[in-house]
């Protein structure tokens, strides 16, 4: 897609242990704790625990014929009254295989949307379905989507008026345009849309300065992509003081920071909350005074802090 950067080099050398690693010990893609393999957990490890905001449940029968053989359908129940339910399609199981590896090398992002819906996305989702009046009337698009539930539930329980859901990975957008369609009927008077957007992507006019409110989780781990990012969150936004970026991701070492230094580089202004939600907050509580039902949890791996970015 472009010339090979350093960091690119670096990227799609951990991509590629990570392959090795894969052949070697498939079916599982959970590796020891050997300090030597840590970059290589970074980018590939499957979470299943999360704060389980929101119900779900693995369904049969939704899933055409024509399905990717990998492919579940998952209902949410949304919780709150007169919601609808909403199907997610995704992948039933972490496991990756040679053309996901390919494809990744290829569209140079890493296969992190479809190891699982990571748990930031969860605590996104839950955060606009309860603040949504944030997004009533207005054009939101989702980055680095994954499996896409925050955009889904804005575009279900919100009344946005359009709600682009992306990602770099065309195999994610796939997963993202049957969940579009299988709930075709709960998106009432809002447009839906998926649509393959990479950070690095040079040509963006066509939807340049769209956006009212642009939203993401758990993407600022990966600091190679951070100028490519920073630069996408400048041009989507409206020029309006209204516009801004919600971004729910965990601190992880320096690299929540290194982002927002680059967002101030490129004269943005943000803020961070750590307390930002009830619920999650308690919930963060439980998990810290030793809830057993996500093992390993820890503050600056696993409890996303809330970032908004204006112009
Ligand atoms: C850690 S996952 C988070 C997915 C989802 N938001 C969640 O929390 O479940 C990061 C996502 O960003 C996408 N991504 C990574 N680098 C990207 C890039 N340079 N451009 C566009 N998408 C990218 C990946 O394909 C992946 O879906």
Known sequence: METPTSSNSNASSLRWKILRQALLRRPSLQFPNEQSEVPIKRISRRTSQGFNLIPCRIVDGRVNEESDGRLVSVCYTLPIDGAPELYVMQRE???????????????????????????????????????ADMFRSKKIIELGSGYGLAGLVIAAATKASEVVITDGNPQVIDYIQRSIDSNSGVFGGTSV??????????????????????????CTFFKEFHKGLTRIIKLLLKDDEASEGLFLS??????????????????????????????VSKRHQCLMNGDDSWPGYEKDHCYPLFVRVTR
């Open 93 to 131: 199981d972490s496991g990756a295989d040679l053309s996901d590896f390919e494809i990744c090398n290829r569209y140079n992002v890493d296969n992190t949307g479809l190891v699982c819906r990571w748990p930031s996305e969860d605590v996104l989702a839950y955060f606009c379905l309860s603040h």
């Open 193 to 218: 849309k998926a649509m393959m957007l990479h950070w690095d992507q040079e040509d963006v006019s066509n939807i340049s300065g769209a956006f009212d409110v642009i939203v993401a989780s758990d």
């Open 250 to 279: 965990p601190k992880r070492g320096d690299s929540l920071d290194k982002f927002l230094e680059e967002i101030e580089k490129n004269g943005m202004h943000f803020s961070v909350s750590e307390i930002y939600d009830a619920e």
